[in-house]
């Protein structure tokens, strides 16, 4: 079970730092300055660089679940 648990922390890290840099930095169409093309979402982002958000997403999950397992090597938390 304890590959589980920590898979699980994985992904319950890698979701959260997700939904924490999703917001950061998107701007529409009107707050960029670019014309709204017919039938789009005003509220949708111009450039939502989604690749750079899953590689940072990813990063920070990995160095959150190091310091978790370090942790559990440590004996500092049991599993």
């Known amino acids: 079970m304890h590959w589980i ?7 319950i890290f890698w979701y959260l730092a997700l939904q924490i840099v999703l917001p950061i930095g998107n701007q529409t169409a009107h707050e960029a300055g ?9 509220g949708a982002p111009t450039r939502p660089r989604l690749g750079l ?26 599993l």
């Open 5 to 11: 648990v920590l898979g699980g922390a994985f992904a």
């Open 34 to 42: 670019e014309t709204l093309v017919a039938g789009a979402e005003p």
């Open 53 to 78: 958000k899953l590689a940072v997403a990813t990063g920070s999950a990995v160095v959150l679940w190091l310091i978790l397992y370090g942790l559990v090597l440590l004996r500092v938390i049991e």
